[in-house]
């Protein structure tokens, strides 16, 4: 064994303990929702004998969990659009003017990370049914988009400082205006960034659990999160069937983030070593 790999040793079981840790209970939900409940309470750790998959195309031919998953993807997407639109706009003002009062102001949105979802719930649920957006969409969408706001303008204003000034004088004698140069020159320079903030948001917004939860009474506009308790609830004593409804409930954030995650990754580095 050479001397770089002696060194290297410790960091690769490490890494192969954490994966194991994160695909053994993905495999084990995936597998027992293959079993009937009695092969899951006889034989909770072998293969399935026989293969039972009633309990997927159960579920995937019942249109209730394509409606969670239509709701799901609709908020999420949404509260994307909405975030990173505004925060693009909030991020570009902070870092390419100079006004009075611009780091207090750029310090009050930071602070909104300490700000726990928990202490607002009851004001922002008396806001929201004086605003009548209970059991309404934007009553989520908005919330998660003001919640995704700081995070989104901290990653946004960082890149967008580091973009030359040279290119901005440049546009300025082509005849752009600040608009001009954000969405002509900015926007695209930034793409890697953008994407980043869109994938985080979804990402984000596809788990949430607390705010859907506590502005939808109507299972009209229940998202996955909310599905998968109610379904656990509705059937406890087929814990079979549970698992296949949480296997087939992770397979759309999976997927998602499995395309994004080239995305996500290159969007991280290109912010750190740009410049």
Not at 26 to 53: C, E, H, M
Not at 89 to 94: E, H, I, M, Q
Not at 154 to 166: A, M, V, Y
Not at 235 to 263: C, G, H, I, K, N
Request: charged share 10%.
């Amino acid at each position: 064994m050479s001397r770089k790999t002696a060194r290297n040793l410790p960091l690769h079981l490490v890494l192969v303990a954490v994966g194991a840790a994160m695909a053994v209970p993905l495999i084990y939900a995936l597998l027992s929702g293959f079993k009937s409940t009695d092969q899951l309470s006889r034989n909770p750790i072998g293969l399935p004998d026989p293969w039972v998959t009633g309990n997927y195309t159960g579920i995937l031919g019942a249109g209730d969990f394509w409606r969670l998953v239509g709701n799901s993807t609709l908020i999420a997407v949404a509260t994307a659009v909405l975030v990173v639109a505004v925060s693009a706009l909030s991020a570009f003002s902070f870092a390419r003017f100079a006004f009075r009062g611009r780091e207090v102001l750029f310090t009050l949105f930071t602070m909104g990370l300490m700000f726990p979802f928990a202490v607002a719930a009851l004001p922002l649920f008396l806001l929201l049914r004086s605003m009548g957006l209970l059991d309404n969409p934007l009553g989520v969408i908005l919330p998660q988009a003001a919640f995704g706001l700081p995070m989104t303008i901290i990653i946004l204003r960082g890149f967008f400082r580091q973009i030359p000034g040279e290119l901005e004088e440049a546009a300025t004698l082509d005849g752009c205006g600040p608009l001009g140069f954000f969405w002509r020159v900015l926007l695209p320079m930034a793409r890697p960034a953008l994407g980043t903030v869109s994938v985080l948001a979804v990402v984000t917004s596809w788990n949430n659990f607390l705010l859907p939860l506590l502005v939808f009474t109507d299972n009209t506009w229940w998202t996955l999160p909310i599905g998968v308790q109610q379904y656990q609830g509705q059937y406890s004593a087929d814990t079979a069937r549970v698992f296949a409804y949480l296997v087939l409930a992770m397979v759309p954030a999976l997927a998602f983030y499995s395309v994004a995650e080239r995305q996500l990754v290159g969007g991280l580095t290109a912010g750190a070593t740009k410049g």
